[in-house]
């Protein structure tokens, strides 16, 4: 998708092990989102920034922690990944200009 | 609690068909309905969106229906094509930045 990359694309983890998955965008954009997908839920926010620093928690969080130290670049990380943990993690950005433009994803398995 | 309700799950049209898909949401803050196509391995693409002081959008063949009383918008596709196939998800936001998504409707156009 143009302008923001996931990666990896597929990662298998064990329970028990941190993880980090990385959102990088070339747009420049401000706001940048984590998402979750799964089946019978659709699209659940993880966790957002406004800014370098600046973040938030969305309807999801419990497990997870995000970093953003510069704008192209936002981390989201399991400190002590679950097996409800997997899911495909989307990463987006607001804009352009309206609605969010998502990455292709990263398929996260947790044995 | 899902924010945005989406029905049916799935549907099965005739190329040359129309395609509905509805929602319902009861949060009056909401402002601004987007809905997203995905096709498998990608991230959802934004389709189409409406704010709610319309009652209707049309772009090609994809149409949003909103009923702003009722508290309810839909998605017609129109000429259904096998390229249409697809999942599509309906989502809704205020102006705080959550943008909530409905659970998806897979979308099967046959030949």
């Known amino acids: 998708d143009a302008g923001i990359t996931q990666s990896p694309r597929h990662k298998v983890t064990e329970t028990g092990t941190p993880v980090t998955l990385r959102c990088h965008q070339t747009?420049?954009?401000?706001?940048m989102y984590w998402y979750r997908q799964d089946p019978g839920h659709g699209l659940r926010l993880i966790h957002y920034?406004?800014?370098?620093?600046?973040?938030d928690k969305g309807e999801v969080s419990d497990g997870y922690s995000v970093s953003r130290s510069k704008t192209e670049d936002f981390l989201l990380t399991l400190e002590s990944a679950t097996s409800s943990q997997t899911s495909v993690y989307f990463c987006?950005?607001?804009?352009?200009?309206?609605?969010?433009?998502f990455g292709s994803g990263t398929r996260l398995t947790v044995v | 609690q899902q924010q945005v309700k989406q029905s049916p799950q799935s549907l099965i049209v005739q190329k040359g068909g129309i395609s509905i898909i509805n929602c319902a949401y009861e949060?009056?803050?909401?402002?601004?309905f987007p809905w997203y196509q995905q096709f498998p391995g990608k991230g959802p693409a934004l389709l189409i969106a409406?704010?709610?002081?319309?009652s209707e959008k049309k772009e090609g063949r994809f149409t949003i229906s909103f009923n702003k009383s009722a508290k309810q918008f839909s998605l017609h596709i129109m000429d259904s094509q096998p390229g249409d196939s697809a999942t599509y998800f309906c989502?809704?936001?205020?102006?705080?930045?959550?943008?909530?998504f409905g659970t998806g409707t897979r979308l099967t156009v046959i030949p």
């Open positions: 987006a950005i607001e804009g352009p200009p309206y609605g969010y433009t």
């Open positions: 747009e420049n954009h401000r706001y």
């Open positions: 920034s406004y800014g370098v620093k600046d973040t």
């Open positions: 949060n009056t803050a909401f402002d601004y």
């Open positions: 409406i704010r709610p002081d319309v």
């Open positions: 989502a809704a936001k205020t102006g705080a930045n959550n943008l909530f």
